[in-house]
């Protein structure tokens, strides 16, 4: 593995931009100085220009490996992460078979050895039966419970199963919030519709937040660690943000629910906007943004959960829910940026710092020397408008089409080794497993 010395470099210090070298070697940061002399021995990047940040962790995608590799796999949707600055993903287990054992987890992992792009790991998925695995499979994020139905057939509401969950494992726990009680009552009175925009009114701002209450409850009673799932309601805004005494309780958002709102969203893009926990109107992006921007609110993972144009031209009732965002994660946060919305260091502790700490990631979330040398270097003055056309997800689409941003991830280097730039995916190497504390 080659040594690695980027030129003249912002990194970013506070709410200040710093000129540095950065060396990278044996895929860690070696040495970050004001001027580092070159080597014939490194291969010389010229930073002049571009600010590096730590490479983005995505908590939160749905690869469709196995089961729907036609959708999207870890070979294709890697390389789409890379191209919107992610340097490590946490898969969902909500696949065909679905990864709720040791076994799965271990063939999940092994596939992602030879074919990510970059570093990989997996959630377990709870069910009614498995809870010997949950506590024994070996590195992982956590555990994921979908307490509301979802795309896959993952499903655990009872009491008993959840109690037996939440009191017999010390692992973080991960949930889709939604009550599915209020989800199929809600879904037999608008059986008949045929507007997308009910979507939300199934999946309604009631089934959040009595679920987020119902799991607040257990997580309280055995000490848990509860994540909620890209929080969608400025009702379960305002009930986590009044607890006291939870450091335990946490909680994420996607760029989706932040940056886009009913009626307007549906109207658009019809059940290509669908999605599950729905998108809701502007209230609630408002309560989410402000959620966020005020630190309640922890980070931002894209839950990048993609589908074929073909199946989400489907009518409402048989489109499937999700869409694609690992590439479009960055670029909306760095617009943000650019608007004087947020800071750098906002999008830094949003996208890895923050994660890192939650999940308890080591050696990375930081350009620090020691840490793995996973980073995205920005050019925060590039305009481009966002198209289908440039969308390298198997999905090919994005509902931010046609959106002009400005700053965009111009190169991705994973472990020292660059794996994006300019436009161009670098192939010859793999991720690492992401370890945990």
Request: proline share 4%; aromatic share 8%.
């Amino acid at each position: 593995m080659d040594a690695v010395l980027i030129k003249n470099i912002g990194i970013v210090k506070d709410s200040t931009i710093d000129q540095v070298d950065i060396l990278m070697n044996q895929g860690k940061i070696e040495s970050i100085k004001t001027s580092i002399q070159s080597s014939s021995n490194y291969k010389i990047i010229n930073g002049t220009g571009l600010v590096a940040l730590p490479g983005l962790i995505d908590p939160h995608v749905h690869f469709r490996d196995p089961g729907s590799e036609y959708k999207e796999d870890i070979k294709s949707g890697s390389r789409a992460a890379a191209k919107g600055g992610i340097t490590s993903f946490f898969d969902m287990p909500n696949t065909n078979p679905e990864t709720t054992s040791i076994e799965m987890m271990k063939l999940k992992k092994e596939k992602a050895s030879y074919s990510s792009l970059i570093n990989y790991n997996f959630f377990i998925g709870a069910t009614d039966v498995n809870l010997d695995h949950l506590i024994r499979v070996e590195n992982v994020p956590g555990i994921k419970i979908y307490v509301g139905s979802s795309t896959g057939n993952l499903l655990v509401d009872g009491q008993d199963a959840l109690e037996s969950i939440f009191s017999k494992t010390n692992r973080l726990i991960a949930v889709h919030s939604e009550d599915e009680a209020t989800i199929v009552n809600n879904r037999d009175r608008y059986k008949d519709s045929q507007n997308v925009i009910d979507h939300m009114n199934i999946r309604s701002s009631d089934a959040a937040i009595t679920c987020t209450k119902r799991l607040v409850e257990l997580a309280k009673k055995y000490n848990a660690k509860l994540h909620i799932c890209h929080l969608t309601t400025k009702e379960e805004v305002e009930f986590l943000s009044s607890l006291t005494n939870c450091p335990n309780i946490t909680c994420e958002v996607t760029p989706q629910h932040l940056f886009l709102s009913a009626p307007e969203v549906y109207d658009k893009w019809g059940t290509f906007a669908q999605i599950n926990p729905p998108i809701r109107t502007e209230d609630h992006r408002l309560s989410l943004l402000q959620a966020l921007k005020s630190g309640f609110i922890d980070f931002v993972a894209s839950d990048h959960a993609p589908h074929t144009i073909e199946e989400k031209k489907l009518t409402f009732g048989k489109a499937p829910s999700g869409m694609p965002g690992v590439e479009t994660t960055l670029p909306l946060l760095l617009n943000y940026f650019n608007q004087k919305e947020c800071s750098l260091a906002d999008i830094i502790r949003w996208t890895s710092l923050n994660i890192c700490k939650i999940y308890g990631i080591k050696n990375k979330g930081q350009i620090n020397i020691g840490f793995d040398a996973d980073l995205v270097l920005v050019d925060l003055n590039k305009k481009a408008v966002v198209s289908n056309d440039n969308i390298i997800s198997k999905c090919g689409w994005s509902t931010f089409s046609g959106q002009a941003l400005q700053g965009w991830p111009v190169m991705t280097i994973v472990n020292g080794n660059i794996v994006f730039r300019d436009n161009e995916i670098i192939e010859g190497t793999s991720g690492l497993e992401v370890q945990f504390y």
